[in-house]
C-alpha cells in the first residue's frame, strides 16, 4: 500500500484526478435514478390522493388538471373502477381501493430502491471526499516543495 | 437482490399449495358423500384409463382415484385463481407477457392432471413446477470461460447498448474477471465519442493492470479497435474487449458507425449491456437492438438495486439471447456468472 505521507508525483495526481472523475460521472448517474425513483414516488402519492378524492365527490365534480396549469371540472363516469399500469405495458382494470393498495405498495419498493442508491451514493462521496483529501495534500505537498527550490 | 420478486414467489408458492390442499380436502368430503364403492375383488383390477384428458378430470374419476389409489388430480379449477395471482405477480415483477405467459402455461402443464399421491408434499410439487417453469424461461446461461476455452484466440467481444447503463465499468469489471480466471486480456477504448470515457476506461485497466489500446476523443472507433485486435494478435492474448459509445438503436449514425466497427474488427460476440432497473424497458431495448445490429448475449447492470427482477427473468425469453453476467455492485469483482438453476434457487428459497 502506498504511503500516505511520502510526496505525491505529478502521474499519481492525475491518476487521483482520473479517479475523482470516474467517481463523479458514477454519482451523477446514481442522483439521476433518485430523481427519478422521487418524481415515481410523488407521482403514485398524487394518484392515491386523487382516487381518495374522487370516490370523496360521491359522483360530484372534480378538478382535472390538463397541463400548463389549466385544469377543468369533470365528473369521472366510474370512480369505483381504476385502470392502472401494472408493469410490463399490462393495464388492468382494479376496483379504487386495490388500485390504492397497488401504488402504496409501489411506493414502498421505491423508497427500498431509493435508500439502496442513496447508500451506493453516500459510499461514493466518501471515496470522492477520501481522494480529494489526497489531492489536496498532494498539491500542497507541491507547492511546499516548490517554495523550498525557490 | 431480486427481494421483492422473491418475497411474491414465496407468496405465490404457498397459495398454489393452498389450492392443492383445498382441492384435496373438497375431494376426501366428497368421498364420503358418495356411494360406497362395490367390494373390492380379491385382484385388483389396472386403473382404467380416463377417456377425458388429464387436464378436466370428471368429478366420478377424481373420487374414483382418490378411493382406489389414494391419490388426486389436480384440475384446472383448482387452481384457476392461484395462477391468476401469479400471472399478476409476474407482471407487477415487470416480467415481459410473453415470458409470463410461458410461466404461467408452465406451471398450469405442470400441476393439472397430475396424480397427487397423498402424502406426498404439496409443496414440493408446487416448488417442482415452478422451478421448470422459471428455469425453462431463463434459458441456460453463457459460459463465458468455456466460450472462450473452445475458441479461437482471440476471442473479440464488442459491448453495445444504450447511455449511462454502466458499459465501461461492466467492460473493466469482466477483464477483471476474465485475468483472474487466468485469461490474457486486452481492452480497447472504442467510446471516442463522450468526453472522458477514454480516461475513464484508461483507470480502470490501470487498476486492474490490463493494457488498454487507445486513440485520442473523436477518432474513429473501428480504428482503435483494429488496434487493439491486431495488438491481441501479436502479443497472442486470449481476448480483446471492445468498448464502445452508448447509443439508441434508432440513431441511424451511431448504429451504422456500429455496423462499421462489425465489419472491422469482426466480433466473434456482440454483448447487449443494459441495466436491470429498467425492466421492461430494458427488454424492449434489447429486442430493439437485436433487431438492428443482432446481439449473442446480455449483461444486466445494477441487478444488486432491482427488486423486481423483470428484466432477468424475461430478457433471454423474449429476445432468444442467454444472460451473460449480472453486475451487483461497485467494486471490479461485483460481477456474477448468470447462472440459472442457482438464481432459481433463491428466487425459491431452495437454498441448495
Do not use: W
Not at chain 1, 28 to 57: D, P, T
Not at chain 2, 298 to 307: E, P, R
Request: proline content about 4%; glycine content about 8%.
Amino acid at each position: 500500500m502506498a504511503d500516505r505521507n511520502a510526496p505525491m508525483d505529478q502521474n499519481e495526481l492525475m491518476t487521483l484526478q482520473n479517479y475523482l472523475q470516474e467517481y463523479g460521472q458514477q454519482a451523477e448517474i446514481f442522483v439521476q435514478q433518485l430523481q427519478m425513483l422521487e418524481n415515481g414516488r410523488l407521482e403514485a402519492h398524487a394518484a392515491i390522493e386523487s382516487l381518495e378524492e374522487m370516490l370523496a365527490a360521491n359522483g360530484g365534480a372534480v378538478l382535472l388538471q390538463i397541463g400548463g396549469g389549466a385544469s377543468v371540472r369533470a365528473k369521472v363516469v366510474e370512480p369505483e373502477k381504476v385502470l392502472i399500469a401494472i408493469g410490463s405495458e399490462v393495464i388492468v382494470e382494479r376496483s379504487n381501493k386495490d388500485a390504492i393498495d397497488f401504488l402504496k405498495e409501489r411506493i414502498m419498493e421505491m423508497e427500498a430502491s431509493q435508500k439502496k442508491v442513496a447508500e451506493t451514493l453516500d459510499r461514493l462521496r466518501a471515496q470522492m471526499n477520501e481522494i480529494n483529501k489526497r489531492i489536496e495534500s498532494g498539491y500542497q505537498q507541491a507547492m511546499a516543495a516548490g517554495q523550498n527550490l525557490g | 437482490m431480486f427481494g421483492g420478486l422473491r418475497e411474491k414467489l414465496m407468496a405465490a408458492r404457498q397459495r398454489l399449495g393452498g389450492s392443492i390442499e383445498a382441492a384435496v380436502a373438497k375431494a376426501e368430503t366428497e368421498e364420503g358423500a358418495v356411494p360406497a364403492p362395490e367390494s373390492p375383488s380379491p385382484v385388483a383390477a389396472p386403473p382404467q384409463k380416463s377417456p377425458s384428458p388429464p387436464s378436466t378430470p370428471s368429478f366420478v374419476e377424481r373420487v374414483r382415484v382418490l378411493i382406489t389409489e389414494r391419490e388426486l388430480i389436480v384440475s384446472e379449477n383448482d387452481l384457476d385463481e392461484a395462477l391468476s395471482e401469479l400471472e399478476m405477480t409476474l407482471l407487477e415483477s415487470d416480467v415481459a407477457l410473453p415470458a409470463t405467459d410461458a410461466i404461467i402455461a408452465s406451471v398450469q402443464k405442470n400441476l393439472v392432471g397430475r396424480h397427487r399421491k397423498i402424502g406426498e408434499s404439496v409443496d414440493a410439487l408446487v416448488v417442482n413446477a415452478l422451478k421448470g417453469a422459471l428455469l425453462d424461461v431463463l434459458g441456460s446461461g453463457f459460459d463465458l470461460k468455456e466460450y472462450i476455452t473452445k475458441h479461437e484466440r482471440p476471442v473479440k467481444i464488442l459491448f453495445t447498448g444504450v447511455n449511462g447503463t454502466g458499459k465501461t465499468t461492466t467492460v473493466a469489471k469482466i477483464g477483471y474477471y476474465l485475468k483472474k480466471e487466468g485469461f490474457t486480456v486486452v481492452i480497447g477504448a472504442g467510446d471516442t465519442y463522450r468526453a472522458g470515457a477514454i480516461e475513464q476506461i484508461s483507470v480502470h485497466a490501470e487498476r486492474i493492470g490490463i493494457k488498454v489500446i487507445q486513440h485520442q476523443e473523436g477518432a474513429d472507433p473501428s480504428a482503435v479497435l483494429f488496434d487493439a485486435v491486431q495488438y491481441a494478435q501479436s502479443h497472442k492474448l486470449d481476448v480483446v474487449l471492445a468498448d464502445t459509445a452508448g447509443r439508441f438503436h434508432n440513431k441511424a449514425n451511431l448504429m451504422s458507425q456500429l455496423e462499421k466497427i462489425k465489419r472491422v474488427m469482426k466480433p466473434d460476440l456482440v454483448v447487449y449491456v443494459d441495466e436491470a432497473v429498467a425492466g421492461n424497458d430494458a427488454v424492449t431495448r434489447a429486442f430493439e437492438f437485436d433487431k438492428t445490429v443482432g446481439a449473442d448475449a446480455v449483461v444486466l447492470t445494477k441487478a444488486d438495486m432491482d427488486s423486481r427482477g423483470g428484466a432477468a427473468i424475461s430478457i433471454a425469453h423474449t429476445i432468444g439471447k442467454p444472460l451473460m453476467f449480472l453486475g451487483v455492485g461497485q467494486a471490479y469483482d461485483d460481477i456474477l456468472p448468470f447462472e440459472p438453476a442457482k438464481v432459481v434457487d433463491e428466487l425459491l428459497d431452495c437454498g441448495t
